[in-house]
């Protein structure tokens, strides 16, 4: 039997559109209340905003290749913001609703990347520690903190990477 690789997934910027979300959730606000004012400097901790988000172009049919594939065990990973506890359920009825049971009971949230053990790691950013991570880390999509796109800016890139 060959053994599988470990493969962990971030959610936001990777699997979710949070950004189109934040622009939704700001738009919205901005027709409801008429001030183009709000601020913006914690979207994360912005009630339900991790509730319905959509998925990334294309990552719901990489993920199914990836575990057609049978090389990897996949594991999401992510982080829920601190002062917004919902965020955590939000986050795992999003897995649910897309996946199915694909993940179940294999969620880890976390703000210490780099304490979970994992041959690759998917993620669009260098925070919680991403940057210390052990394994490989592939970055994913656009990077708004250096304002350029990653090493692999789409889930097709990933795909050759991997498959």
Do not use: C
């Amino acid at each position: 039997m060959i053994e599988k690789k470990v493969l962990l997934i971030d959610m936001d910027g990777v699997l979710v559109d949070f950004e189109s979300e934040v622009r939704e959730h700001h738009n919205l606000l901005i027709n409801l209340i008429g001030v183009d004012d709000i601020p913006d400097d914690e979207p994360d901790l912005i009630p339900n905003i991790f509730k319905n988000p959509k998925p990334i172009n294309g990552a719901i049919e990489a993920i199914k290749k990836l575990e057609e594939s049978g090389k990897y065990e996949m594991v999401i990973i992510t982080t829920a913001p601190w002062g917004n506890p919902q965020s955590s359920t939000h986050k795992r009825e999003w897995i649910e609703k897309y996946f199915g049971n694909l993940f179940k009971k294999q969620m880890i949230v976390t703000h210490r990347k780099d304490l979970v053990f994992g041959d690759y790691l998917i993620d669009d950013r260098l925070a919680n520690g991403s940057e210390k991570f052990r394994g490989e880390l592939l970055r994913f999509g656009w990077s708004y903190e250096e304002e350029k796109w990653n090493e692999y800016p789409n889930w097709d890139s990933i795909l050759k990477k991997l498959l």
